[in-house]
């Protein structure tokens, strides 16, 4: 069992540069769209982390071919072999439903597992259903998983009834093959799905209102190949900026889009953090005055569930009580027992967190639960007194690209450990 350890870093400053990598949330969309057409899509900026390698072999086995240099993705599905997604894929990685809506519009039929339980909360795909069911796909729901089909999806007016990221995802890539207009309302606007949105536009989708929350896709009978550059993470660059402002560190993060992380970004400046915003990078200067705030999680531009977990570390060091209250997910405090064993005073009452703060954190064995619990329990390791080993090891490799690499060139005493 692969353990993350970093040793007794009380005190420990972070200085130097790190590059961002490009965002998983906009490579796994991005890939699945290349289910859309027979001709090669390229994707630059591309993130080596777990669940693209998870996708790229769910697309695999689904036809495609591909070849993954450094960074740079060639993926071409000149003939689609299976239309299935089974529950071993989909377990694995939610994400995978997003084959259901470029599968349905291509081959015209899709089997996919129902992804059932996750540790952050109870995360239903029926919006995802509805919205392919209006667009004329029959779909049950058997053993366990979606059985869809249509001879060729139709244009459709469909409201989502909650903003749903993956959901508006799936239904523009099924909507860019459809026969006739589609007209998506209350849409997610997270930049992960204009990311999406522009690369269908290269491919030859006709879609409009990019970023806004109503989107009309015309259908096409045919998309080609295309080049596309993966945005940068901006959870991982909120990761960072979180360290940065913890650890009193002088970092300088690159190869970023400041105007994804406004939200954070104000954040960290009323928690005391020192900016300094270029084109394409931030500078992070933290004190030794951290302060108190409340934070409430919502859809972008509101600040997202993803940095949830980080900031919760940021407030256990600020003077005074925080609020942190999670909108989108129902279970998404599992690290909140973690870091009251590493020292903090947080109570959860309901979708509220209420950290007291300031305690220090000394050191202890902790589990992660899942991707952005386990990036909160390493952003506490710095700070702990002492040795902090975390176990669940695989959740943080899901999304972040070397994360210990990283931290250990800014000074971060933090190695990766089997036993
Ligand atoms: N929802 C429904 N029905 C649906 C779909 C969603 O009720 O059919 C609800 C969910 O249960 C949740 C809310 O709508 O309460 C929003 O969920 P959403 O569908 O937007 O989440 P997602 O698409 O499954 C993506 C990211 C998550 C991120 C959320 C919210 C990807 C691959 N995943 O998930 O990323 O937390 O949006 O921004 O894009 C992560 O990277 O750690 C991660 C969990």
Do not use: W
């Amino acid at each position: 069992m692969e353990k993350i350890r970093i040793s007794n870093t009380q005190g420990l400053k972070l200085e130097g540069t790190v590059r961002i990598s490009g965002a998983k949330n906009a490579v796994l969309p991005a890939i699945a769209a290349s289910l859309l057409t027979r001709a090669e899509v390229r994707l630059d900026n591309v993130p080596l982390v777990k669940d693209v390698y998870t996708i790229l072999a769910l697309m695999k086995g689904l036809g495609a071919d591909y070849d993954l240099q450094g960074n740079s993705l060639s993926i071409a599905m000149k003939k689609v072999l299976s239309d299935e997604a089974s529950y071993e894929q989909v377990r694995a990685m939610r994400a995978s439903i997003l084959v259901l809506g470029p599968l349905l519009a291509r081959y015209g039929k899709a089997t996919v597992a129902l992804p059932g339980g996750c540790a952050i909360g109870s995360r239903p795909i029926d919006l995802h259903i509805h919205g392919l069911q209006k667009m004329g796909a029959a779909i049950s729901l058997e053993h366990g998983y979606i059985h869809a089909e249509v001879s060729r999806l139709h244009g459709a007016e469909v409201e989502f009834e909650k903003k749903t990221v993956t959901g508006t995802e799936n239904l523009v890539m099924a909507a860019a093959l459809a026969e006739g207009e589609t007209v998506l309302r209350n849409c997610a606007c997270e930049p992960e799905v204009s990311s999406l949105c522009e690369l269908l536009v290269k491919m030859g989708a006709r879609i409009e209102g990019l970023g806004q929350d109503t989107i009309r896709i015309q259908g096409v009978k045919e998309l080609g190949g295309a080049s596309h550059k993966i945005i940068p993470d901006r959870i991982e660059a909120g990761t960072f900026l979180v360290a940065g402002a913890l650890c009193r560190g002088d970092l300088l993060l690159t190869d970023i889009e400041p105007g994804h992380l406004e939200t954070v970004l104000e954040k960290l400046r009323i928690a005391g953090a020192g900016l300094d915003l270029g084109p394409d990078r931030v500078r992070v200067t933290g004190g030794a005055d951290i302060r108190s705030q409340d934070i409430t999680t919502s859809s972008y531009p509101g600040f997202p569930t993803d940095m949830q977990a980080q900031f919760m570390v940021l407030m256990t060091q600020a003077q005074g009580t925080s609020i942190i209250t999670e909108t989108i997910f129902d279970r998404r405090f599992s690290h909140v027992n973690e870091l009251m064993r590493l020292g903090a005073s947080i109570e959860v009452s309901g979708d509220k967190a209420i950290v007291h703060g300031k305690t220090p954190l000394s050191g202890a064995e902790v589990m992660a639960t899942d991707l952005r619990a386990s990036a909160s329990l390493i952003l506490a390791g710095l700070i702990a007194g002492g040795q902090t080993l975390i176990n669940g090891v695989e959740h943080i490799d899901r999304g972040y690209e070397n994360i210990e690499a990283k931290l250990r060139r800014l000074g971060a005493n933090i190695e990766r450990i089997t036993g």
